[in-house]
């Protein structure tokens, strides 16, 4: 199956960004786009943010990449992590749209207020063990599979389905080498890659202030279109690696019909002000960049079945598919280029 949004936002490219003036460049981006770009988009600042990579964030992707859970028999505890499922009920009636049949949610987990609650209420349960917490409808409304707000309270019933005991190993040679799931050997390279992704992160979070600071007054029908194309299609892969249907997938994800909606509608604006960065700072992409993305994206899925040969992802991605997403990675690269990034954090290995 074809990964289309993995070009455009996975695959590193090591790219020299091309500015100047940007005269006779609108007819130009106009023709690849396939549409008159000014009409729908107008910039806002896209240079001078400000961005903190701080330790918060460091730490978040440590304790990610070094999370280990294992399943224990004992009741569970501060600092495990509980899969339960969850029914809940209005007036003693099953409401499906406040039901999962798995959550997986750590004891002391800050995200989700309401699974906080849910946690809490089962430390000291076994597996199979069951629980009954009750909530405002206000509170209810945060967990809704389609994001309706009920007004009603809300009767949780919880049961345990696994209690598993949380580790973070310290970061050593040897655990980098056997346990991590990157492929690096040593302590320093294996930071390398938390800094190499923090980076990107931070690129990818100021791009959307850039995105934020835009006005989109309409947008083309065959850009949406083809986003919503792209997602699905995404989300059709991932389901497949996952062995899930589409619907599991999502219900995984906690995606909604809304909240997918409004995905689409940010990468149609995302693309527009791709475009007009384009224009503006007259950013152009060369024959030998877009073969270097060729072979970048060939590493990256040579293991899939339907990936033999370099000459396969040609037949899969046109060259205009290639050439949007360099020029999306060289737009979020000026963009992040101009603006001011701190690291304000220290290197830790879970001592």
Not at 13 to 35: M, R, W
Not at 59 to 72: H, N, Q, R, S
Not at 201 to 215: N, S, Y
Request: proline share 1%; charged share 35%; glycine share 4%.
């Amino acid at each position: 199956m074809k990964r289309i949004i993995s070009i455009v936002l996975t695959v590193a490219l090591a790219a020299t960004l091309f500015v100047g003036c940007s005269c006779g460049q609108d007819k130009k981006i106009d023709k690849e786009a396939g549409y008159d770009v000014d009409k729908y988009i107008k910039l806002g600042k896209y240079t001078g943010f400000e961005y903190d990579i701080d330790q918060k964030k460091f730490d978040e992707m440590l304790a990610d990449k070094t999370y280990e859970a294992t399943e224990v028999s004992r009741a569970a505890k501060m600092g495990d992590e509980i899969e339960f499922s969850y029914t809940g009920y209005i007036k003693d009636k099953k409401v499906k749209d406040l039901s999962q049949d798995s959550i997986a949610a750590e004891t002391d987990q800050k995200d989700n207020a309401v699974y906080l609650k849910f946690t809490n209420e089962l430390i000291g349960k076994k597996k199979g063990d069951t629980a009954t917490v009750k909530l405002s409808g206000k509170e209810a409304s945060k967990i809704s599979n389609t994001n309706k707000k009920y007004t009603d309270d809300v009767t949780f019933k919880l049961k345990v389905k696994e209690v598993s005991e949380v580790n973070h190993p310290k970061v050593t040679n040897d655990w980098v080498k056997n346990e991590s799931n990157e492929d690096v050997e040593t302590v320093d390279e294996f930071f390398q890659v938390i800094e190499t992704e923090l980076d990107d992160a931070a690129m990818a979070d100021v791009w959307q202030m850039a995105v934020d600071k835009a006005t989109m007054t309409s947008w083309p029908p065959k850009l949406y279109n083809k986003v919503k194309e792209e997602e699905e299609a995404d989300a059709n892969y991932n389901a497949d690696q996952w062995d899930m249907s589409l619907d599991e997938y999502y219900a995984m994800n906690g995606d909604t019909k809304e909240s997918l909606e409004k995905e689409y509608m940010n990468q149609v604006k995302s693309t527009l002000v791709m475009w007009e960065i384009v224009k503006e700072e007259d950013i152009n992409v060369s024959a030998k960049e877009i073969e270097q993305r060729y072979n970048d994206l060939y590493v990256e899925l040579k293991d899939d079945d339907t990936i033999k040969t370099l000459a396969d992802v040609k037949k899969e991605y046109s060259k205009a598919e290639i050439k949007e997403a360099v020029y999306l990675e060289k737009a979020q690269k000026f963009v992040y280029k101009h603006s001011t990034i701190k690291k304000t954090y220290k290197i830790h290995n879970n001592k």
